[in-house]
C-alpha cells in the first residue's frame, strides 16, 4: 500500500515536498516512480528511481523536481522547485515491478493521490 501526502496550494516560483509511505517489507527492492495528471489530461510521467537510487526525469520536470527514497523509512519523496501553474496536478506514487525503471509504463501498485495546485 503507497500513502501520498505533502500536495497544496502554492504560488509560482514556491515550492512543495511530496512523500509517499510504503507498507510492507519489500520497497528497498522495487523502483519508484511520481506521476501526475491535469484535469482533462491523461497521467503522465514525472520521475522514477531505481532501487539503487539512478533517477530519471520528464523533460518538462528536468532541473527543478528531485526524486529521493529513504529505504530505512521505507518512503519515496519529490522535492519540487520553481514550481508553475503547469504543474498542477494529482500526483501519484507508484511502484514498478522491477528494480530498475527502464523507461516502463508497467505499475503494479499505484498511491491514491495529492493534489497540487499551483497559482500564478
Known amino acids: 500500500q503507497l500513502q501520498a501526502s505533502g500536495g497544496g496550494l502554492v504560488q509560482a516560483g514556491g515550492s512543495l515536498r511530496l512523500s509517499c509511505a510504503a507498507s510492507?517489507?519489500?520497497?528497498?527492492?522495487?523502483?519508484m516512480g511520481w506521476f501526475r495528471q491535469a484535469p482533462g489530461k491523461e497521467r503522465d510521467f514525472v520521475a522514477a528511481?531505481?532501487?539503487?537510487?539512478?533517477?530519471y526525469y520528464a523533460d518538462s520536470v528536468k532541473g527543478r523536481f528531485t526524486i529521493s527514497r529513504d529505504n530505512t523509512k521505507n518512503t519515496l519523496y519529490l522535492q519540487m522547485n520553481r514550481l508553475k501553474p503547469d504543474d498542477t496536478a494529482v500526483y501519484y506514487c507508484a511502484r514498478f515491478p522491477n528494480p530498475y525503471y527502464g523507461g516502463s509504463r508497467t505499475i503494479d501498485y499505484w498511491g491514491q493521490g495529492t493534489l497540487v495546485t499551483v497559482s500564478s
Open positions: 510492507g517489507r519489500t520497497f528497498s527492492s522495487y523502483a
Open positions: 528511481i531505481n532501487s539503487g537510487g539512478t533517477s
